[in-house]
């Protein structure tokens, strides 16, 4: 490395303490800036850092052929274009969810090819899926997908639920998958013996486990439990959930702050938005924000925490899959 001036270790500290874009412009000083630069070492004490200092934010967003990002660290908040690794692919991309700088994408069924994908220094693996198992005599199940990483293997992996009902709504197949990428390889590790109560690829993984919304019965969406799939250990377990009232209202999940999080609406009443603590402890739920604004419940068709802003006065949410907003804490300024 006669081209560096100090020490590689040396100069790897120092450029994992720099914003992304100087860096990304760092690798054309030569083949041994880029080398460094791209090297997992340098790219993992990037995150690090950036974890640690709550900077470097950026939100991918898009679904298509078209991928954006928007730099949250920018002064300009400009929305740019991306490229998207799945482009030439003939169905939807979906962004099943990011996780060490690592996005996940992945093409909708029957096509099913995903992209392990570091938009930073923009490399990728792209991986073409085996269909799900599908049992004689069935017809069409459900499958969702989620992503999350392994940090005692270090490995990202994607799980597949594969679920199928007899006509009178039994479970008669409903399988848990999982996707190394590491070895590449599916391996099927148990059942899943809960209905989904929502069918979308929403990523909540937080704590080492992805998270769904499920019921031990069918088409029972108010007694509802949240089931929790630990990467590391293949261990399925249930999270207690908050108190709240027992009537009709909309729930999902979400990843705020690095904790599990949870949307009531009440149609034409009010939306509150819960928040866990202390992970796996049912009296660390705490309701974050309550909100009767008229305007949003009516317009309101889907709602999703995405993060806090640096003063932690304000959070960041996606509204009706198509909107971002910027709201306080306080439910009362809504």
């Known amino acids: 490395m006669s081209d560096v001036p100090m020490p590689p270790d040396v100069l790897a500290q120092i450029l994992a303490w720099l914003p ?30 950036s974890v640690q200092t709550n900077t470097n934010l950026n939100i991918i967003f898009g679904g298509d052929r078209t991928l954006c990002y928007l730099n949250l ?34 093409t909708t069924e029957p096509d099913n090819e995903i992209a392990f994908w570091n938009p930073i220094v923009h490399k990728f693996k792209k991986i073409r899926l085996a269909p799900a198992k599908c049992p004689e005599g069935l017809g069409r199940g459900v499958c969702i997908k989620g992503f999350g990483y392994d940090h ?3 490995d ?30 599916w391996r099927e590790v148990g059942d899943f013996p809960y209905y989904l109560c929502y069918r979308r690829n929403f990523n909540t993984f937080t704590k080492g486990a992805l998270h769904w919304l499920v019921s031990r019965k069918p088409e029972k969406k108010v007694d509802f439990l949240i089931a929790a799939f630990d990467l590391t250990n293949d261990e399925l377990r249930l ?16 990843i705020l702050g690095g904790c599990l999080s949870m949307v009531c609406h009440y149609p034409k009443k009010n939306v509150d938005i819960w928040v866990m603590k202390s992970y796996g402890i049912k009296d ?35 509204k009706n899959f198509n909107s971002l907003y ?9």
């Open 20 to 49: 992304v874009a100087p860096l990304l412009r760092f690798r054309s000083v030569s083949k041994t800036f880029r080398a460094l630069i791209d090297s997992d070492y340098v790219i993992k004490l990037q995150l690090n850092h």
């Open 73 to 106: 660290d920018s002064s300009t908040k400009v929305v740019n274009k991306i490229d998207n690794p799945l482009y030439f692919a003939i169905f939807e991309t979906v962004i099943l969810g990011s996780c060490n700088g690592v996005v996940c994408l992945c």
């Open 152 to 154: 005692v293997h270090d």
């Open 156 to 185: 990202h992996k994607v799980v597949r639920l594969v679920q199928y009902c007899s006509l009178c709504n039994k479970l008669v197949h409903s399988k848990i998958e999982v996707f190394s990428s590491k070895t590449d390889a």
């Open 239 to 254: 999270v207690p959930q908050p108190e709240f009232s027992n009537e009709h209202f909309h729930v999902n999940l979400a």
């Open 284 to 318: 660390s739920w705490t309701k974050l924000i309550s909100t009767t604004d008229v305007k949003l419940i009516k317009e309101l068709d889907f709602l999703r925490p995405v993060l806090y802003s640096k003063s932690g006065d304000e959070v960041l949410f996606e």
């Open 326 to 334: 910027w709201k306080p804490c306080s439910g009362e300024h809504w």
